[in-house]
């Protein structure tokens, strides 16, 4: 088994900011990628950003410039951090963790998801 967890939301001012981050633990052999998604109620899952293993970033029109997607490999490559700065009230959301990990040598990746986050970016 694979499992995510994720921490550090909450309640900040418009134009402040929040580091999320997502420890993923168990069965994993290498994690391809690990990223960011977010869903308000009544609306679809939002892709936030993405990083890969080899380090490259992709984020989302509405967050660029103003999240920044990390990993630490130094302590612990099964990481991934999402640095949100300048939030809007649109960014208030559930955000989740994902990870697309290889759990054995040779074997497929599968998505792996988190519980969820709330943020929440008060006018």
């Known amino acids: 088994q694979v499992q995510l967890v994720e921490s550090g939301g909450g309640l900040v001012q418009a134009g402040g900011s929040l580091r999320l981050s997502c420890a993923a633990s168990?069965?994993?052999?290498?994690?391809?990628?690990m990223g960011w998604y977010r869903q308000t109620p009544g609306k679809q899952r939002e892709w936030v950003a993405t990083?890969?293993?080899?380090?490259?970033?992709?984020?989302a029109d509405s967050v660029k410039g103003r999240f920044t997607i990390s990993r630490d490999n130094a302590k612990n490559e099964n990481a991934v951090y999402l640095q949100m700065n300048s939030l809007k009230p649109e960014d208030t959301a559930v955000y989740y963790c994902?990870?697309?990990?290889?759990?054995?040598?040779?074997?497929?990746?599968?998505?792996?998801w988190g519980q969820g986050t709330q943020v929440t970016v008060s006018s």
């Open positions: 990083i890969t293993g080899g380090g490259s970033t992709n984020y």
């Open positions: 168990g069965s994993i052999f290498s994690i391809n990628s």
């Open positions: 994902y990870a697309a990990v290889q759990r054995n040598l040779g074997e497929q990746s599968y998505t792996y």
